[in-house]
């Protein structure tokens, strides 16, 4: 007996108001019995501590109790017999009804020391003499509004760099800096996450020739622990935006699509946070790297299609 879990939307995503539906398939060779089929709904935010920020000993020894989000069982059918074949049995459940009370159901997100996630277990027993069986699979849970502001102010954020105002470099090493003007715009730091980030930048001089010029998405994850609070920033997509020595004073788009399962709306909670940023890193021809930080909040509008 083999067991397919087939969800009415191949994308398996849903908002926390939809109903979810599908079938259970048990595949037969030759009638068999069984003494039931249930599901099981699982929804979790686990947390773990980085190593770097609270040392390797306690972030070994320290572990955070996941936080339950859903956590709910479903009788499909009781005991019976299964045909030779296919057989099949439909089910439909509101995730937002068997919510753990007072829980706000985060949106699904894989991230490195923070993890919200969405699971569907469907088991059959096999009685006292048979081996049960199990399936999984997992959803994808949107949650519109989530940290949606309440004023959405689309706001260009403009920048221009230059020897002087560089921070990490020590001041009697200025002189050694190779001049450059590089200048340009984040179309908005307010970012729906359904749409790309744009903007632009500008290479108005540089004395010495560009390797690369590339956009860096970067995800800030901070998770309370008995030690204090531990922050960790980790690099989620990279993307080239210029190669090579750069024409200088032309305007080059940035533009970056929010990956679906490493990003989610800017998560604020008791115990954990998610915030992201944006890197602009100009890798100059002697492996100096020049680098502008952009805060960004992401928020997922009320109506997502």
């Given at each position: 007996?083999?067991?397919?879990?087939?969800?009415?939307?191949?994308?398996?995503?849903?908002?926390?108001?939809?109903?979810?539906?599908?079938?259970?398939?048990?595949?037969?060779?030759?009638?068999?019995?069984?003494?039931?089929?249930?599901?099981?709904?699982?929804?979790?935010?686990?947390?773990?501590?980085?190593?770097?920020?609270?040392?390797?000993?306690?972030?070994?020894?320290?572990?955070?109790?996941?936080?339950?989000?859903?956590?709910?069982?479903?009788?499909?059918?009781?005991?019976?017999?299964?045909?030779?074949?296919?057989?099949?049995?439909?089910?439909?459940?509101?995730?937002?009804?068997?919510?753990?009370?007072?829980?706000?159901?985060?949106?699904?997100?894989?991230?490195?020391?923070?993890?919200?996630?969405?699971?569907?277990?469907?088991?059959?027993?096999?009685?006292?003499?048979?081996?049960?069986?199990?399936?999984?699979?997992?959803?994808?849970?949107?949650?519109?509004?989530?940290?949606?502001?309440?004023?959405?102010?689309?706001?260009?954020?403009?920048?221009?760099?230059?020897?002087?105002?560089?921070?990490?470099?020590?001041?009697?090493?200025?002189?050694?800096?190779?001049?450059?003007?590089?200048?340009?715009?984040?179309?908005?730091?307010?970012?729906?996450?359904?749409?790309?980030?744009?903007?632009?930048?500008?290479?108005?001089?540089?004395?010495?020739?560009?390797?690369?010029?590339?956009?860096?998405?970067?995800?800030?994850?901070?998770?309370?622990?008995?030690?204090?609070?531990?922050?960790?920033?980790?690099?989620?997509?990279?993307?080239?935006?210029?190669?090579?020595?750069?024409v200088r004073g032309v305007d080059i788009?940035?533009?970056?699509?929010?990956?679906?399962?490493?990003?989610c709306p800017t998560l604020v909670a008791?115990?954990?946070?998610?915030?992201?940023?944006?890197?602009?890193?100009?890798?100059?021809?002697?492996?100096?790297?020049?680098?502008?930080?952009?805060?960004?909040?992401?928020?997922?509008?009320?109506?997502?299609?």
């Amino acid at each position: 007996m083999e067991i397919e879990i087939c969800l009415d939307r191949s994308s398996a995503i849903f908002d926390v108001n939809d109903k979810i539906k599908g079938v259970i398939v048990l595949h037969c060779q030759g009638s068999q019995s069984h003494s039931g089929v249930s599901m099981q709904i699982e929804g979790s935010v686990a947390l773990q501590l980085s190593p770097k920020s609270v040392g390797i000993f306690e972030a070994f020894y320290n572990n955070i109790k996941p936080l339950q989000l859903v956590n709910a069982n479903v009788p499909i059918v009781d005991a019976g017999k299964c045909a030779d074949g296919a057989t099949k049995f439909p089910f439909e459940f509101d995730i937002a009804s068997i919510k753990r009370p007072g829980v706000n159901l985060c949106e699904t997100y894989h991230g490195v020391f923070v993890n919200a996630s969405y699971f569907l277990y469907v088991s059959v027993n096999r009685g006292l003499f048979g081996k049960s069986i199990r399936e999984s699979a997992q959803l994808y849970i949107r949650n519109p509004g989530q940290a949606l502001p309440l004023e959405i102010a689309s706001v260009p954020t403009t920048f221009s760099l230059q020897p002087t105002g560089v921070k990490n470099v020590r001041k009697q090493s200025l002189d050694t800096v190779p001049y450059f003007h590089i200048k340009g715009q984040l179309d908005t730091s307010l970012c729906d996450i359904t749409m790309p980030i744009t903007g632009h930048v500008n290479i108005v001089e540089c004395g010495i020739s560009i390797k690369s010029i590339e956009a860096q998405l970067v995800r800030v994850e901070f998770c309370a622990a008995v030690e204090g609070v531990a922050k960790e920033a980790t690099e989620i997509q990279n993307i080239q935006i210029g190669e090579g020595d750069v024409v200088r004073g032309v305007d080059i788009p940035i533009f970056m699509v929010f990956p679906r399962w490493f990003t989610c709306p800017t998560l604020v909670a008791s115990n954990f946070k998610v915030e992201f940023e944006l890197n602009l890193v100009v890798l100059l021809e002697d492996n100096h790297h020049i680098t502008e930080n952009f805060p960004i909040r992401l928020y997922r509008p009320a109506s997502s299609l």
